[in-house]
């Protein structure tokens, strides 16, 4: 009786305050909203029910379930529009309240999950100095780069013809010892590197099950869970044990001296600046440790996996990139130099991008303040979510999208299509505006030489089992989306 009376009392209260003001964007009823916040905290499927909405209501959506408002915007313009307009761009690009930030990212001190303010936008000036540096070819860097990918070929040409290879986890400690790199300036030697690589994969396994729809919900809304015995506990407990061995990895008195001194690296600059600004505590270092983490190895492992993982699927568009590559580079090592000439490799890579949607619904959004946005009003405090996914294969501005067909990003000259071109405009799998990903140009730096150099020395062949699905619909979402397996045979080629 009481749920009924509470039920009928709410739906009576959102109806009046939505009397007479300008309509909200369409969306499911509340009854079915109720359905579809149950499916989704059943099967963490928020991108496959958001694509079937999106479908159905069009450019922007609403689900309300209990005051909880979930925007998904739908196309790329909309998108652009509500993040970088100077009408709303104040307003959309905080994060929601979550447990995450709270109760694991100190509050959010790091970048991701922080609030857009002052202490944000200087934090991300700082890293992205240093991110900017990295990803534009910097001499020194991109050498490191190499000196690892080097290490990967000589893993590979190890394996026996006809022996079937798991690149999934070669890539994977190829990343981490990159990430590593990346944060401090310096190798990991091969002693380290197996207690280093064990860190990071135990701590991204926990990590991922804390973002799960369903935990997420449970713990952003009920945060008292953590204290009660039962699962939410132990996994909170698991998360911060290993949170802990992550940042004590780098963190020891001896080493912050040595990172300090080296300067250069993306610790050495934040330790530098924090001895300068008490706006950077011990915290602010932990966060970006977590999130170079969390967001440099599985968006790029995931990235190159699927990549490789279409090579199989594809080998007539393996082939065209290898001829490309044979052609322009004459058998030289790839540099980032040579990015401006080889044109269908760049578009298979940005077409890889599109396909897959490593980051379905980008990360959330909190509208601060209700706005209004082409006769619609977008409540205030609601979690707005790019939707990345249907965007980049939506019917209406691709032809066939659920062909992965690198030819749509050339011209007629058979040259890449320019940054600008309305069909590069229309995909974002870096998101847009302020909050950005900051490891844009890193990551892409990277993925070209990986890309470049693997496929220059190798030929990848399914080994006769089946292949993974190549319809990234079918791969497990976590924090980033992840081919399931990729067992193949790798060829040396002459
Ligand atoms: C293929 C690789 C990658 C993809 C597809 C990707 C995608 C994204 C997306 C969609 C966002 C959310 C943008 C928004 O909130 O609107 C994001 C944010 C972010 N990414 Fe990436 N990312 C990649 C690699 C990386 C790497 C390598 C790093 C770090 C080294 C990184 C660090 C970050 C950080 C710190 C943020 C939060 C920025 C903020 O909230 O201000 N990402 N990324």
Known sequence: ??????????????????????????????????????????????????????????????????????????????????????????????????????????????????????????????????????????????????????????????????????????LKISITRILHLFLTNEGLNEEIQAEFCSIVENYDKQFNNILRFDTNLALTLLPWLRHLPGSYRELVRKLMKHQNKLTGFFLNPSKIQKWRQKGKSLLGTLLAEQEANDQFTDESVKGVIIDTIVAGFLTTSGFLGGFLLLMLHYPDIQRRIQEELDEVLEGRQPSLGDRASLHYTNAAILECLRYIRHVPVSLPHFVKEEIEIEGYRIPAKSTMLPNLWYIAKDENQWDHPDVFNPDRFLDEDRKFVPVTHQLRQQVLPFGVGRRVCIGESFAKSRIFLYVTSLLQKFSFRPNGDPLAPEDSKYWKLNAAIHPPFLKCFIEQRK
């Open 1 to 170: 009786m009481i749920f009924v009376i509470s039920i009928t009392l709410y739906i009576f209260t959102t109806w009046r305050k939505n009397y007479q003001k300008v309509p909200l964007p369409p969306g499911p009823s509340l009854l079915e909203s109720f359905k579809i916040m149950w499916g989704m905290i059943k099967k963490n499927d928020i991108h496959i029910v958001g694509e079937k909405l999106a479908s159905r209501f069009g450019e922007i959506l609403i689900i309300r379930f209990f005051g909880l408002n979930i925007v998904l915007v739908n196309s790329a313009r909309l998108v652009r529009k509500l993040l970088t307009n100077t009408k709303y761009r104040d307003i959309t690009n905080d994060r929601p309240p979550s447990f995450l930030r709270e109760h694991v990212l100190y509050g959010g001190k790091d970048i991701a999950f922080s609030d857009y303010n002052e202490y944000q936008t200087n934090l991300r000036k700082l890293l992205h100095g240093v991110v900017q540096l990295y990803g534009e070819g910097v001499q020194d860097f991109e050498d490191m780069v190499n000196t690892e990918i080097g290490n990967l070929k000589n893993k590979l040409m190890m394996v026996k013809p006809g022996q079937s290879i798991d690149m999934d986890g070669a």
